[in-house]
């Protein structure tokens, strides 16, 4: 690995994660050692530790890294969970649930961009990746424990509600277009606890629940 990704990781974790107040030394350590430069195109790798969304096509984005690390820390991974991720893009944070969790499925509705997403991940040998509708999450793996949603949907699928453990935990962008609020919803029995967190801006979701 390049020394001066090494160096990039190491700031970005230390002003971008923790400087933000997220301090799980777990979460922190899977952040410097995952390779985001790899996960964005060619021409874009010298901005990949930058704080912010980079394009990588299809009108998709790969999220700002402090985005990637709270979604992935409201999940409460201690590592033996089975996690699903609704909206594979660029494969990165599939690579961070890969190192946080078990087992992880992750679902693309674009072929081209889950053909490319799964080479990166063939690194990742629990990361099992899918071409789908993701709005309607992923049946033939459910129950999960940690359900993470990278795009934004105007309301939050029961598909994916369903498919939570008891105590189960999902992270979704709920809103309009170019406008949201990041959901934490909890499962209790038949019962689900939403909380509304930050305002955030993900592209839409597509497929049946989505835009």
């Not at 874009?44 to 394009?55: I, M």
């Not at 962008?173 to 029995?189: D, F, N």
């Amino acid at each position: 690995m390049n020394d001066q990704f090494e160096f990039d990781r190491r700031q970005m974790v230390e002003d971008q994660i923790l400087g933000r107040g997220l301090r799980d030394p777990r979460l922190l350590a899977v952040f410097e050692s995952v390779p985001r430069h790899l996960f964005v195109p060619q021409e874009d790798r010298y901005l990949a530790y930058a704080d912010g969304p980079l394009s990588i096509g299809f009108d998709q984005t790969i999220s700002q890294p402090y985005i990637v690390a709270l979604m992935t820390s409201l999940l409460h991974l201690e590592g033996d969970e089975r996690v699903l991720e609704v909206g594979t893009g660029s494969g990165y944070q599939a690579a961070i649930l890969a190192r946080m969790a078990e087992e992880v499925h992750t679902v693309e509705l674009l072929p081209e961009l889950a053909a490319r997403a799964k080479g990166l991940l063939s690194e990742y040998p629990n990361v099992f990746c899918h071409v789908g509708d993701g709005s309607l999450g992923w049946q033939e793996s459910a129950p999960y424990d940690g359900i993470i949603v990278t795009a934004a949907a105007p309301e939050t699928p029961q598909a994916l509600l369903d498919q939570l453990k008891d105590g189960g935990r999902l992270v979704i962008p709920v809103g309009r277009r170019g406008y949201q609020k990041l959901e934490l919803w909890t499962r209790q029995g038949n019962q689900f606890d939403r909380d509304a967190l930050i305002e955030v801006a993900f592209v839409p979701l597509r497929g049946k629940h989505g835009w």
